[in-house]
């Protein structure tokens, strides 16, 4: 195949015009919506993998007391905990997705600002405590070795808040206008 065989009119058309198969919302959506709705889970998914060795005992260098609970009890919470953040994380997508759009806007309102306001009260306790401000105090550590990336993981977690909160009010001014 040459370059006479393709016709001038099929590259600009598949170029300007978007796929029949990508779905669209009503109004467009920010650039900076998107990106943020499609680093949520990637921000859960830290938090989530550093908690999994917590539900077989281990204590990832944290300075207290190994508690004696049945494996039973500990792995399917700490799994189902995980999983769970990771599938809320993920539904946030639908505040910038087409089927997003099918619920109440009042719904995905209420939701957004509720998820949101509890993550920005753990954001502000994760503030407190790693700082020791107000006297609160974070768990201890053996070494800052383990604290660091306890801190790290622990930080991008607590941006979910806000961040789901951005989104939520995006969603809202969209759906508004």
């Keep these: 195949m040459t370059t006479t065989d393709i016709s001038p009119s099929a590259t600009t058309m598949s170029a300007t015009t978007p796929s029949a ?3 669209t919302t009503e109004r467009p959506v920010p650039v ?3 990106r943020t709705a499609r680093a949520l889970p990637l921000l859960a998914l830290p938090v989530c993998l550093w908690r999994l060795p917590f539900g077989f005992g281990f204590r990832m260098g944290m300075d207290m007391p190994r508690e ?3 494996l039973w009890v500990t792995v399917p919470y ?5 999983l769970l953040s990771e599938a809320f994380a993920l539904l946030c997508a639908g ?3 087409p089927w997003g759009e099918r619920a109440p806007a009042w719904l995905v309102v209420a939701a957004g600002t509720v998820a949101g306001g509890a993550f920005t009260a753990l954001t502000v306790q ?3 405590t790693t700082f020791e401000l107000a006297g609160f105090q974070d768990v201890g550590f053996v070494n800052g070795w383990w604290r660091a990336p306890a ?11 806000p961040l789901i909160l951005a989104l939520t009010y995006a969603y809202h001014r969209r759906r508004r206008a």
Excluded: I, K
């Design 78 to 82: 700490v799994l189902t905990l995980s």
């Design 68 to 70: 004696d609970l049945s």
């Design 21 to 23: 198969t990508t779905p």
């Design 126 to 128: 994760w503030v407190l």
């Design 151 to 161: 801190t790290v993981v622990s930080g991008l977690f607590v941006l979910w808040g």
């Design 32 to 34: 900076w919506a998107l």
């Design 95 to 97: 505040l910038v997705r």
